[in-house]
C-alpha cells in the first residue's frame, strides 16, 4: 500500500534529528543486513517490500530473482522485456519510459532504488545518492558499474545477484542463478576458437560511435570466447570513438548492438551498419566486405540477467563465421 507523506516525514524526521542514519534505510540491528555497494554501505533491518528500478537491466535481474512482488516500480525501458519476464513485468508500474526524475521516484515511495548505472543518480534525473540517503532510502548501484582492478565483470555481477539475494531473502534463487550463468561461461570458454580481433560497436550518438574499451563485460566476453578487443587499451567501457580510428585498427569480426525500439537515430543495427559501409575508410575493412558482422540486442551488452544471452550469440556467431556453426 502506497504511504503519500512518506518522503516528507522522512525529511522531518532528518531534520529534527540533525543527521540521517548514514549511507542506510535504517539504523543496524543484530539481525540487519549490511552490504557494500560502489562506495556506500547500506543497511537494511528488513526486506524491502517497494524496490523501485530505474533502467531495464536491473528491471530484469530482479524479476529473475522472483521478485516482481517487491517492486513498486520500473522505468527506463529500452527494448521489450524478455518473453521470460512479460507476466511479471506487466503487473509492475512504469513510472516513467524513459529516464526518471526524481518527483516520480520520490511519488512511489521507494525502500530500495536500483540502478545499474552510477550516472541515473544526479540532481537532474533521480536524485544523488546522498540526497536518497538523507531521506531514509538506500540506492544499490550494480558492481559492474564499479570496477576494482581486480575483479572481472561477470563477477561482479555475480556478486549483485548474491547481495540482492541477501537483502530480500532470495539467497538460494540468486546462488542458482550465478551457478547456472557460470556454466553457460565455461560452456563458450571449453570451445577453442582461433584469436580474431573483434570490435563491439554499442551505440551512434551524432554520427559518432561508442564502442565497448576496457573491463567492460564486452571485453571480458571477448576474452572468455578467445577473441581480443581492439579498444581494450581504453580505460572506459563504452568510449567514444571515431569511425577513422574504428578502420585503423582493423578488426576481424564487428559486433553491433541493435536498440531499435528505443527510437533514437542510428539505434538500429541496422542503421550502424549503413553507416559503416559508406564510411570511406570503414567500407573497406575485410570484416565489413565479408560480411564478418555480429549482431546482438544492445540491453545484452549491459550488465544484467541477459548478458550471458549475449557470450551465448557472440560465441555462436565466431564459430559461424568460422565455419563450424
Not at 556478486?159 to 542458482?176: P, S, V
Not at 548492438?257 to 570511406?280: C, F, T, V
Request: proline residues 6%.
Amino acid at each position: 500500500m502506497s504511504h503519500p507523506g512518506r518522503f516528507g516525514l522522512a525529511l522531518v524526521a532528518v531534520l529534527a534529528a540533525g543527521c540521517a542514519t548514514p549511507e542506510g534505510a535504517q539504523a543496524p540491528t543484530a539481525q540487519s543486513v549490511v552490504v557494500d555497494s560502489c562506495g556506500k554501505q547500506l543497511t537494511f533491518a528488513g526486506a524491502p517490500q517497494r524496490a523501485v528500478t530505474l533502467d531495464q537491466s536491473s528491471t530484469e535481474t530482479l524479476l529473475a530473482l522472483g521478485l516482481q512482488d517487491r517492486m513498486a516500480g520500473t522505468a527506463n525501458l529500452k527494448t521489450k522485456v524478455s518473453p521470460k519476464f512479460a507476466d511479471a513485468y506487466a503487473k509492475i508500474p512504469v513510472l516513467s519510459p524513459k529516464v526518471i526524475t526524481s518527483e516520480p521516484l520520490r511519488a512511489a515511495n521507494p525502500d530500495v532504488v536500483v540502478s545499474s548505472f552510477q550516472e541515473q543518480f544526479t540532481p537532474d534525473r533521480a536524485g544523488t545518492r546522498d540526497e536518497l540517503a538523507a531521506l531514509g532510502v538506500p540506492t544499490f548501484v550494480s558492481a559492474v558499474n564499479c570496477p576494482d582492478g581486480t575483479t572481472a565483470p561477470f563477477e561482479r555481477l555475480f556478486r549483485d545477484y548474491e547481495n540482492f539475494g541477501r537483502i530480500f531473502g532470495a539467497t538460494e534463487k540468486a546462488a542458482q542463478l550465478a551457478n547456472d550463468q557460470r556454466a553457460a561461461l565455461a560452456e563458450v570458454q571449453a570451445v577453442k576458437r582461433e584469436p580474431v580481433k573483434v570490435v563491439w560497436v554499442y551505440s551512434v550518438f551524432k554520427g559518432v560511435p561508442y564502442v565497448a574499451g576496457k573491463d567492460g563485460m564486452a571485453s571480458q566476453m571477448s576474452k572468455i570466447a578467445g577473441a581480443v578487443n581492439v579498444f581494450d587499451d581504453v580505460d572506459q567501457e563504452w568510449p567514444e570513438a571515431s569511425w577513422e580510428e574504428i578502420a585503423r585498427r582493423d578488426p576481424d569480426v564487428i559486433v553491433v548492438g541493435d536498440l531499435s525500439e528505443r527510437g533514437n537515430p542510428g539505434d538500429k543495427a541496422s542503421e550502424k551498419i549503413a553507416m559503416m559501409r559508406e564510411h570511406p575508410a570503414v567500407s573497406q575493412l575485410k570484416a565489413l566486405r565479408d560480411n564478418k558482422v555480429i549482431e546482438i540486442p544492445g540491453i545484452e551488452m549491459d550488465p544484467s540477467v541477459r548478458t550471458v544471452d549475449a557470450l551465448k550469440a557472440f560465441g555462436a556467431g565466431l564459430d559461424k563465421i568460422a565455419g563450424r556453426g
